[in-house]
């Protein structure tokens, strides 16, 4: 199997050699707040699902385009930063380097009928050309 080490996000350093996930260690995330606030305030679609497992999650959250932006915003906004790494999007590449975010929000459960705290998760990168965010994971606690 041959990996392919092509970086396709903004974080300008070269992947690793392996086929899995690989800490990058900083003292804080990869994206200013501001630069992952203006683009996901910008026109058109600029927040593309980049994993198999991240479409999965999505459609199992019922999440639209607006969603995902909106918790994304909230994320950066009023979540908690837990850690940069390397992702790979196949077996064989290409990689991102993303940043790792924990929302917990108050939700309406219909079937409950009463508000419930749930643990988001997710995470993303800003593409190579800086117009794009790259969602690698979107789920809630497991």
């Keep these: 199997m041959v990996n392919n080490q092509r970086n396709v996000s903004a974080f300008d ?3 690793p050699t392996g086929t899995t996930a690989e800490r990058i260690n900083l003292d804080g995330p990869l994206y200013n707040k501001e630069d992952v606030l203006k683009i996901l305030e910008s026109e058109g679609n600029t ?4 994993t198999r497992k991240c479409i999965q999650d999505i459609q199992n959250l019922a999440l639209d385009t607006d969603d995902t932006s909106d ?3 909230q994320a950066i906004a009023q979540g908690r930063y837990l850690n940069s790494e390397w992702c790979v999007q196949k077996p064989t590449g290409p990689w991102a380097a993303c940043d790792s975010y924990r929302l917990q929000r108050e939700e309406w459960a219909e079937y409950s009928h009463k508000y419930i705290s749930y643990d988001y ?7 190579k050309t800086g117009k794009i965010l ?3 994971s979107c789920h809630v606690s497991q």
């Design 13 to 15: 350093q070269v992947p």
């Design 71 to 73: 918790l994304l915003k």
């Design 47 to 50: 927040t593309i699902p980049w």
């Design 121 to 127: 998760y997710v995470k993303f990168a800003i593409g």
């Design 134 to 136: 790259l969602l690698v």
